[in-house]
């Protein structure tokens, strides 16, 4: 079965770090550029950073620039997003997501989602 699974969240406080993992199971993950997503309770998912397959280069949500870092262990088949200096605004269920010819950064780039990982930043 192909799917990606997130894993990593949790409670944490301001200014605290996470590190979030989008593992791929049943297909090779190298060949594919996978996004990072979110969902604050009630507000619409967006995405928060991309990472591309060939060149690796990267995108980022203005609001994430300079505390997120993306990166992808393609011998471990896994995608990481390193959270540090979180704010009660980076709350959320993160979601992981991938494709083959482009990376996705809109919610409309992708077709099916996993259970994602539940972040909480409070005090």
């Known amino acids: 079965q192909v799917q990606l699974v997130e894993s990593g969240g949790g409670l944490v406080q301001p200014g605290g770090s996470l590190r979030l993992s989008c593992a791929a199971s049943g297909f090779t993950l190298e060949t594919y550029a996978i996004g990072w997503f979110r969902q604050a309770p009630g507000k619409e998912r967006e995405g928060v950073s991309c990472?591309?397959?060939?060149?690796?280069?990267?995108v980022y949500k203005n609001s994430v620039k300079g505390r997120f870092t993306i990166s992808r262990d393609n011998a471990k088949n896994t995608v990481y997003l390193q959270m540090n200096s979180l704010k009660p605004e980076d709350t959320g269920v993160y979601y992981c997501a991938g494709r083959s010819d482009y990376c996705p950064t809109e919610v409309a780039d992708v077709g099916s989602w996993g259970q994602g990982t539940q972040v909480t930043v409070s005090s």
């Open positions: 990472i591309n397959s060939s060149s690796g280069s990267t």
